[in-house]
């Protein structure tokens, strides 16, 4: 009795494919019959069994097929290999993580809440101190800047409130005072883009908003800004 380790290693493939769907689908079978509420996956199981349907027809026509051809018609031989080989690389795929990925339906991820305050955290007293010098420096609109509307800016919510602080400061002394800011409370998450643009409560002395490149871009163009001294000082006594 002559040995034909390529039907033995087909044989192998066959009890490999039907297994694997016999020990997945059993469950759900058995729960269908007894009326049990189970848990499958339709948007992947409908696809899964149609691809080992499609790779098992290829399977078992190369199987069957084998049997009229001589032994000895080694291309047809190894393009039957190739294409059985093929069919039980489609019922393997569908088993794989990517497969079940691909059609099962994307998790929505929480949309991410866009920061709609400063998210600051500074004494109550230094609050008032840095009001009351940048009035006494005149580089707050006093008139236009009460100090609750100044408060309110740092520490609610921008919503919350239809307060805005005005600045008498250019786009460079604006980049000072930003940078001073942050070194002074670190501990803060305060952005440059948050500050003077995504709030829209900054407000330049002709009333319009500052220019984000121009305030980012300081420190290239200057060394330092008209206002570089006062600034130094108003934040040097609040450290």
């Known amino acids: 009795m002559n040995f034909d380790l390529f039907q033995y290693l087909e044989n192998l493939a066959f009890i490999y494919v039907y297994g694997r769907l016999a020990i997945h689908f059993a469950p759900g079978i058995i729960y269908f019959f007894l009326n049990i509420p189970f848990n499958s996956y339709s948007l992947v199981e409908k696809p899964r069994i149609f691809i080992n349907l499609v790779g098992l027809g290829f399977m078992h026509l190369m199987y069957f097929s084998q049997s009229p051809f001589q032994p000895n018609n080694l291309l047809l031989q190894v393009i039957t290999t190739i294409v059985f080989a093929l069919g039980l690389f489609f019922c393997s795929l569908s088993w794989s993580d990517?497969?079940?990925?691909?059609?099962?339906?994307?998790?929505?991820?929480?949309?991410?809440?866009?920061?709609?305050?400063?998210?600051?955290?500074i004494p109550e007293v230094q609050i008032v101190q840095l009001y009351n010098a940048l009035v006494q420096y005149e580089l707050l609109d006093q008139d236009l800047t009460a100090f609750e509307d100044f408060h309110n800016v740092l520490t609610k919510n921008w919503k919350d409130h239809?307060?805005?602080i005005h600045f008498k400061m250019d786009g460079p002394s604006c980049r000072e005072?930003?940078?001073y800011f942050v070194k002074t409370y670190p501990k803060n998450s305060l952005t440059l883009k948050n500050m003077f643009i995504s709030s829209k409560l900054i407000i330049r002395p002709d009333g319009k908003y500052y220019n984000y490149n121009t305030i980012k871009n300081a420190p290239t163009k200057t060394s330092f800004s008209k206002q570089n001294e006062t600034l130094k000082n108003i934040f040097s006594k609040l450290a």
């Open 177 to 179: 005072f930003y940078d």
């Open 162 to 164: 239809n307060s805005k």
């Open 98 to 121: 990517k497969f079940e990925g691909s059609f099962l339906p994307h998790l929505k991820r929480p949309a991410v809440i866009p920061l709609e305050n400063f998210n600051l955290s």
